[in-house]
């Protein structure tokens, strides 16, 4: 079999982030990563994912971190490599729609504070909801990689996905990012894909994917026969499971082919040394259960992630239902396609998974319907990608003409005006208001604990345009 590219492949590393995300509860803090920064920094990798998805919410309500000073101190200890967040859309990094304003604001602070890449996804790949991400952070600089939520149903095809990814480049994006979160993606679908997108838009494709149905590995390494440019691996202690395939074991696969990653296998070594210390430490504390470890093949039979999976588990147990834990899963399809085939990802993946739990321990289907999954079948969240089952709509007390079909966040007013007059007192600055606009339960907790324990730090943020040429990173050709 011959590679369809020979460029070399180019690695982002999710150690500081998704690794620990999925595997240990995001309790990773700044003092494990610290130490392994310097080498971290001289690997050469195209990028580390290090913030946003839910490390913000982790180090205010379980860490005692302030999230911006984290990422401050990480570009300050990483000036070789560029910095790469997860960011939801129109939810940012929080769990429902915020204003225009708000997103701005915080694509802005973002890249000020150190970021150089934004990885933008929205749950239902409504691509109106990426708008206004994508246009703040071409706005401030940032490099924009727009995200094809991948999953499998009648709707998602790769015709779907090809499509969506030619209006994501139209939109204005620079990389195209496949998010297979939960490992759906199969090996010789990953060729296929990448193939035809490889075919049909200019920008670079970075592949995500994880490894909690033990396919990952061979997932990577096809999608690099088939050209793709990037893709997401994990350091060795805390890959694999529910995590990234590890980076090692696909650095020493494409050694010496046309592909081969150059990157030092030597100084990763180093670095995993580290890490593994870091593993253990979280193990002890029960952050990481083993368990995530294993291949899990329900994923596969029933296309449901992973971090789902034990949801429902926990969710049946607290209401003494674990015998119905088959019938839930035999539902989830069922309530997916009444809602027209949202892919399941963070917060489709929660509001679908609870409607199933309820439809089985109440007896009796739609019974309960929670308010979130009335605001998925409003419209609220955006476009659902097929069609919604109407009985099921008219049950969750919605007419047909409540339903929103403009793009959601367009029927928000400004946002900020009202945030820095509620946090006036509190908050120190507008990254203060940020955190605490998108986590009001957690941030003013842990901001007057800060606010006590420490005087506002002093910002020291090097302009842009310097950090840009400092890095040693090696640039992507298209095509
Ligand atoms: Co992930």
């Given amino acids: 079999m011959d590679f369809l590219s020979n460029k070399p492949l180019l690695i982002t590393d999710t150690i500081l982030r998704d690794a620990h995300q999925s595997q240990a509860a995001t309790r990773m803090t700044l003092e494990d990563m610290l130490p392994a920064c310097e080498v971290l920094d001289s690997i050469g990798y195209y990028s580390l994912e290090c913030w946003g998805g839910a490390t913000f919410d982790s180090c205010m309500r379980f860490l005692d971190e302030d999230p911006w000073v984290r990422l401050r101190t990480l570009r300050a200890h990483l000036p070789h490599t560029k910095l790469q967040m997860l960011f939801r859309g129109q939810n940012i990094l929080g769990y429902k729609h915020y204003a225009d304003d708000v997103?701005?604001?915080f694509c802005a602070k973002s890249i000020e504070n150190g970021i150089d890449i934004i990885r933008i996804f929205d749950a239902l790949n409504d691509i109106r909801n990426l708008e206004q991400a994508i246009k703040s952070t071409k706005?401030?600089?940032?490099h924009v990689e727009a995200t094809l939520s991948y999953t499998i149903s009648p709707i998602h095809n790769e015709d779907y996905f090809v499509d969506l990814a030619k209006q994501l480049e139209q939109m204005g994006a620079d990389s195209l990012c496949i998010k297979d979160m939960a490992n759906l993606l199969l090996p010789m679908d990953a060729y296929s894909l990448v193939k035809r997108l490889k075919e049909t838009v200019s920008m670079p494709i970075h592949l995500h994917t994880h490894n909690t149905t033990g396919t990952g590995d061979m997932v990577n390494l096809m999608a690099a026969y088939a050209g793709v440019d990037i893709v997401d691996t994990a350091l060795s202690p805390l890959a694999n499971g529910t995590s990234q395939p590890a980076t090692e074991s696909l650095v020493a696969t494409l050694k010496g082919t046309v592909r081969d990653t150059g990157l030092d296998l030597g100084k990763m070594s180093e670095a995993a040394v580290h890490f593994r210390k870091v593993a253990q430490r979280l193990k002890d504390t029960g952050a990481l259960d083993p368990k995530v470890l294993n291949v899990d093949t329900n994923t596969l039979l029933y296309q449901v992630p992973g971090g789902m999976?034990?949801?429902l588990i926990s969710q049946l147990k607290q209401a003494g239902k674990e015998d119905k834990y088959y019938d839930v899963l035999a539902e989830i399809p069922r309530v997916r396609e009444d809602f027209g085939y949202p892919p399941l990802v963070t917060p489709s993946s929660q509001i679908v998974g609870t409607q199933a739990v309820m439809n089985i321990?109440?007896?009796?289907?739609?019974k309960m319907i929670p308010k979130?999954?009335?605001?998925m079948l409003k419209g609220e969240y955006g476009k659902l990608p097929g069609v919604v089952n109407e009985e099921v709509r008219a049950k969750a007390g919605i007419k047909p003409e409540e339903v929103v079909t403009c793009r959601p966040a367009d029927l928000l007013e400004p946002e900020l005006p009202k945030y820095r007059a509620e946090y006036a007192g509190l908050a120190q600055s507008e990254e203060d208001v940020l955190s605490l606009a998108l986590f009001p339960q957690v941030a003013p907790n842990f901001i007057k604990r800060r606010n006590?324990?420490?005087?506002?730090?002093?910002?020291?943020?090097?302009?842009?345009?310097?950090r840009e040429q400092e890095r040693s990173v090696a640039p992507i050709s298209r095509g």
């Fill in 452 to 466: 006590l324990r420490t005087p506002p730090l002093p910002r020291t943020i090097e302009p842009l345009e310097h």
């Fill in 372 to 375: 979130e999954s009335r605001a």
């Fill in 309 to 311: 999976l034990s949801n």
């Fill in 103 to 105: 997103v701005d604001m």
């Fill in 139 to 142: 706005k401030y600089g940032g």
């Fill in 361 to 366: 321990i109440t007896g009796e289907r739609y």
